[in-house]
Nanobody, 122 residues
Framework: QVQLVEYGGGLVQAGGSLRLSCLVA????????VGWFRQAPGKEREFVAT????????YIGDSVKGRFTIARDNANNTVYLQMNDLKPEDTAVYHC???????????????WGQGTLDTVSS
């Protein structure tokens, strides 16, 4: 059973940066693609970014492209989401997700973290 724990959420002003961490336990980290989705109040869960098992390929959602990057540290079973130039519309609960395959559709994710709230003030 894969367990995912997110860290690093909080309150930041528009234009600022945050880095989220996702610690993965209970599975073979090197065999998992790990990514991030977010959900704002009253909205569908939205794909943000994901990184494949080899770390060679990353996928970034259109709404955050050019501002967010994703990276993984296989030695520490952790995936990072670096968020720069944050905007109020980035305010959401950010969830970590893991699966053997790269997934950009929330409907197919098998393992979720509990989420961390990021609030961007204007």
């Amino acid at each position: 059973q894969v367990q995912l724990v997110e860290y690093g959420g909080g309150l930041v002003q528009a234009g600022g940066s945050l880095r989220l961490s996702c610690l993965v336990a209970g599975g073979t980290f090197s065999r998992l693609a790990v990514g991030w989705f977010r959900q704002a109040p009253g909205k569908e869960r939205e794909f943000v970014a994901t990184i494949d098992r080899s770390s060679y390929t990353t996928y970034i959602g259109d709404s955050v492209k050019g501002r967010f990057t994703i990276a993984r540290d296989n030695a520490n079973n952790t995936v990072y989401l670096q968020m720069n130039d944050l905007k109020p519309e980035d305010t959401a609960v950010y969830h970590c997700a893991a699966d053997p395959a790269v997934i950009t559709d929330a409907r197919f994710v098998k393992s979720w973290g509990q989420g961390t709230l990021d609030t961007v003030s204007s």
